[in-house]
């Protein structure tokens, strides 16, 4: 079995194009691009439904549009995809920073940093020696196969896992490592991929701690610069705050990776500082956040899908099942075992963990660095992961939800949270919170004066069934209402944590929110 391809061959499309391109062909692109966006955003609905990570239904749409399918799009440019690709994974690693709680991850961070540095060593390593032992692939190939798919996907995770909410150890130690793996892999990935021999084991573990540490430093210096700036400068409107996060966070990215560091996790960790901060305006940051997440994540996925030629994968088929079985049944479960014993972690929690090793969007990408690289049998590297991604996550995503039931590990549903959003009241030297008390939330029923708010913090309005009012301190909080409430500067964050307090646990909560800080 012959894998050796012809290098990528650039975008028919551009190539054949002699004309510049017109108004008319702007329009017909907006048009196909709004289409496709509705479709895939209407794909979701049978991604929840069906249980599957959504990232199939968008890379079936891209298939679809590809030479092979209805659209009959010719679309080969891996240089461009790459770019795209990186771009895209900018953005989606920013916004699950934003989403990462500190108080979640914090515990988890020893477990998940072993997780994303000896777990991914030894991910490669038996990955790679089964590509070359039971495959037949070269030393070079099947190293660059270990290092692509040793990189989990937080987001096909828990595409499928939001329904059935896991200990905050599993949680933390999974988004944590997802958020860290990203970083050392891709480093991995560009050393296999360059011409040469590879370098000696100790110098590419020198190198990796040295972008690792760089990274970090850029990351953690940027979202506390940016999260002082957005406290302290009150912007003239409310939209621009969650450009500026956004900004911040793509900077951090920019910057690391100028400074030879890696870029991935200045992102993830910028924008986790910033997702900690009680930022102004922050329900709407998050919202626009998560609108732009989904934006890249459809359009990286659908020009993933049309790079891929689907009557090609033939040849591909059985190597691809052959290194994800002994991903998912190998090197994945010794990899959290190696790493999770010394923390004395349950079984059932690494079981669960080496189950949940999804690959998802990044691995795919990565799959294009030996393509533009121009590495031997690039080609059938990529189809490989290709496939190795659709399938085990086929096989993996729907069995999630029931594994993590068998395994004891569900915890039932957790307290709506409130979604607290400030605005800052520069000249008044004050705050307004204002949150609408979400179902299943322990404030429905809570008197006002039960709030015990502490003294300089009020709820002023109270918008109920359309009709606002000044309340009293008898009165019922109920499910659906919109509060306002006015803090002064000093005690603006006691009273928030005093608010989530309560909706997390009820009336009885600690005082000053010691069940509700973030």
Known sequence: MSYVREPPRACAWARERERPLTVHDLNQLLLVCSLVLLVAVAAVRISSRSGLPSLLVYLGIGVLMGQDGIGGIRFDDAELTQVIGYAALVVILAEGGLGTKWKEIKPALPAASALALVGVTVSVGVTATAAHYLVGLEWRQALIIGAVVSSTDAAAVFSVLRKIPLPARVTGTLEAESGFNDAPVVILVVAFSQAGPIEHWYVLAGEIAQELSIGAAIGLAVGWLGAWGLRHVALPASGLYPIAVMAIAVTAYAAGAMAHGSGFLAVYLAAMVLGNAKLPHWPATRGFADGVGWIAQIGMFVLLGLLVTPHELGDDIVPALVIGLVLTM????????????????????????????LRGAVPIILATIPMVSGVESSQAIFNIVFVLVVVYTLIQGPTLPWLARKLDLGQGPTPADLGIESAPLERLRGHLLSFAIPEGSKMHGVEINELRLPPGAAVTLIVRDGKSFVPMPATVLRRGDELLVVATDPVRDAAERRLRAVGAGGKLAGWLGTNGSD
């Open 330 to 357: 190998v090197a994945r479960p010794l990899s959290v075992f190696t790493c999770l014993v010394p923390f004395r972690v349950p079984w059932r929690e690494q079981a669960l963990m080496s189950w949940a090793g």
